[in-house]
């Protein structure tokens, strides 16, 4: 796994080097059940041996075909990622003959030990596209568990994979997957004191990095709409901040307007009908909300405190924000429309950039106490807070679409800051696998 | 760009202390205090020109009166070794009453970005309520905050988080 890690990092490198270059539009790969019925489902759950998460071992050969190898390697990849899944090393498997259309030799599989096992196949169809079907099957059972076919131009084998990918981790963990993802983030370069922010998008693997703007200004918290073509960001000049709006597909890009005021920490509704933002006037700082379609902005908060960071509910009903209204900051939740305030952070400590999950049931912070930053999460009544990571800087989470991972930046003492992801109980806590240096990532909801 | 012309003033700033020319102001002024002997000057070694920045000029509001002040740790109230300067600022202003000025708020690395911003527009605020109440006109002074972003020292450490912590008068027309 380690070499999959490092040569998609160094092709990262390589392409980031290169001119900036134009979003791909990006053709959904379609999907349709194969033609053999799909078993039960089979749901694990991560077995936890003294606090240690024993993943599950899964086998995934080679698919046949043109772009067999790629989309087998793409899908183990993934897994693995997840920490949930441990795809055995292909140089282990004794049955090699396979077909997608046989069931497997399972006693092959059996001594091997794997759990799982996925036979796939893709093919090109009379029309130039990729057709890529396969099975997967429970071993110790001995019965298929799922089969589907996706089709998608070739360019668009990375995405097959990872839908793939997506199907597997719902069939055997229960849980919606996350890998057709993209992430928004900052790519940052040149020495700390002049600092070059660019705007920046690579799919959740790190594969297809390309930049989005120029560098001309400081461009900071990157958030997704909820349609995932859509990002709200914030710039910082010389002399103006701005909040723009960019769509990713056709490069368009306006701005929310001028202010009177520093303007910082955009996020869209869930329903990406409004922007809710901060302005710095006189040094006060509020949460005012923008409604794209009539341009009016309607101020939430008139505390002569600090009122930033908000972040819509999943229903858009209420919104959670950082304030230090009450001596430091601390998170708070009210309605949408500004009534309704309290507080529901609790433990000691300063707590910031409070992100509510799309699946509703937590709220992911930073939290600093005691000379360290932690990524934690709470219910949105403040209950249960449990910090997942600790270390002398990290912050701004952003859920994947599934809401059992989180992704963040962390910066070590003089060193460049690199993306993380921490998976909803703490267990799994890796480095993205993108090599350079950036900082305030935000997930994509599942691609379409 | 600004920021590297703020560097090679301070720079300039440096090298006048040690005593050694510094040409980065076009128009040099024989009149402001060149002790050294001039250029066509006899004389068997180097010539050294010291030349003190123009009355009224951003050099001369940089090195003679003090363009950045400091703060403590998550605060922004103006600390009693900050008074003094921000008094020359005001003296100053109301010497040369054409110049304009954008006060920028600055934090340290200690923080999360969208906090700093705001912790960076109330200590720009406080400089510039200080500047008004010892009579320096308010639409004379634009307030910005850079939050965490713009580090004068890169170090992560004690001294450079106090010196990042900070708000930067700088002069943005009608200087000389």
């Known amino acids: ?448 | 760009m600004s920021v590297t012309r703020k560097f090679l003033t301070a720079a300039c700033a440096v090298l006048l202390i040690s005593g050694a020319a510094c040409a980065s102001k076009p128009k040099p002024n024989p009149t402001d205090g060149g002790t050294a002997t001039g250029p066509g000057g006899a004389s068997n070694g180097v010539d050294v020109t010291n030349m003190a920045p123009t009355p009224g000029s951003e050099q001369d509001f940089i090195v003679n009166v003090g363009d950045r002040v400091f703060f403590d740790y998550d605060q922004y109230d103006v600390r009693a070794d900050a008074r003094p300067i921000l008094d020359a600022q005001a003296r100053w202003l109301n010497q040369y009453r054409s110049v304009r000025v954008r006060i920028e708020g600055n934090a340290d690395e200690r923080g999360t970005r969208e906090y700093n911003f705001a912790l960076g527009g109330r200590r720009a605020e406080s400089i510039r309520n200080y500047l008004v109440s010892r009579g320096i006109d308010p639409s004379r002074i634009e307030t910005i905050s850079y939050g965490k972003e713009r580090p004068i020292d890169p170090g992560s450490n004690e001294e450079a988080w106090a010196r990042n912590r900070n708000g930067h008068t700088a002069i943005t027309a009608g200087a000389r």
């Open chain 1, 1 to 448: 796994m380690r070499l999959i890690a490092m040569t998609a990092a160094a092709a990262a490198v390589l392409l980031m080097s290169v001119a900036p270059t134009v979003a791909q539009q990006a053709q959904s790969p379609s999907t349709q059940p194969a033609t053999a019925p799909a078993g039960q489902p089979d749901v694990i759950e991560g077995e936890v041996t003294e606090g240690v998460l024993r993943p599950y071992p899964i086998a995934i050969p080679a698919f046949s075909g043109p772009h067999g190898d790629d989309i087998a390697r793409v899908v183990r990849a993934d897994l693995e990622r997840s920490g949930y899944f441990e795809p055995i090393d292909p140089n282990a498997f004794i049955q090699r003959d396979l077909d997608v259309a046989v069931a497997p030799r399972f006693d092959d599989w059996r001594r091997i030990n794997a759990q799982a096992l996925v036979i796939g196949a893709d093919t090109g169809d009379a029309d130039g596209r990729l057709r890529s079907n396969f099975r997967l099957w429970d071993v110790f059972g001995q019965q298929q568990l799922l089969g589907l076919q996706y089709t998608a131009t070739p360019e668009n084998w990375r995405r097959i994979a990872h839908k793939i990918a997506d199907a597997i981790y719902q069939k055997l963990t229960g849980e919606p997957g996350y890998f057709d993802t993209r992430v928004v983030f900052v790519a940052e370069s040149g020495p700390k004191t002049h600092r070059i922010k660019k705007l920046a998008l690579m799919d959740q693997d790190g594969a297809n990095p390309q930049y989005l703007t120029d560098g001309s200004c400081q461009v900071m918290t990157p958030r997704f709409s909820s349609n995932s073509s859509e990002v709200t960001y914030m710039c910082l000049g010389d002399n103006w901040a701005r909040i723009y709006l960019l769509n990713i597909d056709t490069q368009r890009q306006e701005s929310l307007g001028q202010f009177n005021g520093v303007v910082f920490a955009p996020r869209f509704s869930p329903d990406g009908t409004k922007v809710v933002f901060s302005v710095e006037r006189g040094g006060n700082v509020d949460l005012m909300q923008m409604n794209l379609r009539t341009r009016q902005t309607t101020r939430l908060t008139s505390d002569p405190s600090i009122d930033t960071s908000g972040s819509y509910s999943p229903d858009g009903s209420r919104m959670v924000f950082n304030s230090d209204r009450g001596g430091s900051p601390q998170l708070y939740v009210m309605n949408a429309d500004g009534s309704g305030v309290r507080r529901i952070s609790q433990g000691g400590g300063r707590y910031h950039t409070p992100v509510w999950s799309p699946r509703g049931d937590w709220i992911a912070f930073t939290k600093s106490s005691g000379g360290r930053f932690s990524i934690g999460v709470m219910r949105p009544d403040g209950s249960g807070e449990r910090l997942l990571t600790s270390s002398y800087f990290e912050e701004g989470p952003s859920w994947a679409p599934n809401g059992r991972y989180i992704i963040f930046h962390r910066e070590a003492p003089g060193v460049n800051p690199r993306l993380w992801y921490v998976d909803l109980t703490g267990r799994v806590e890796r480095q993205v696998p993108y090599s350079g240096s950036a900082s305030d990532p935000a997930w994509s909801p599942l691609l379409n």
